[in-house]
């Protein structure tokens, strides 16, 4: 499966972003979709997912009340909402796919075989 995110951009501290995933070669119903993020000398770090089959999501602590992570199958695509930015949350977003992943390695980004190619979020203070 080929993933391409879009929809990063620059906000200011308060705002909103939508980040798309588009996917082809497979459709998504049978993949746990996930978000993850990176900043210059830190590890990728996971944000949200969206469980495969049953779209149960999980969020990182950083993200919970603030971010939804939603999921069309349909049009093969999975969203990420972000609500109320910070400037912490200016990172590097990159979406992610497995068909494999057991349930207690959601946040480990290793577990994802699928990546796009990310897209820049800045937030300004």
């Known amino acids: 499966v080929q993933l391409q995110a879009s929809g990063g951009g620059l906000v200011q501290a308060g705002g909103s972003l939508r980040l798309s995933c588009a996917a082809s070669?497979?459709?998504?119903?049978?993949?746990?979709l996930a978000w993850l993020r990176q900043t210059p000398g830190k590890d990728r770090e996971f944000v949200a997912a969206s469980w495969r089959n049953t779209g149960t999501t999980v969020f990182a602590d950083s993200a919970k009340g603030r971010f939804t992570i939603s999921r069309d199958n349909a049009k093969n695509m999975v969203h990420l909402q972000m609500n109320s930015l910070k400037p912490d949350d200016t990172a590097v977003y990159y979406c992610?796919?497995?068909?494999?992943?057991?349930?207690?390695?959601?946040?480990?980004?290793?577990?994802?075989?699928?990546w796009g190619q990310g897209t820049q979020v800045t937030v300004s203070s």
């Open positions: 070669g497979s459709t998504l119903r049978g993949y746990t």
């Open positions: 992610a796919a497995s068909s494999r992943i057991i349930y207690s390695s959601l946040e480990i980004p290793s577990a994802y075989a699928y």
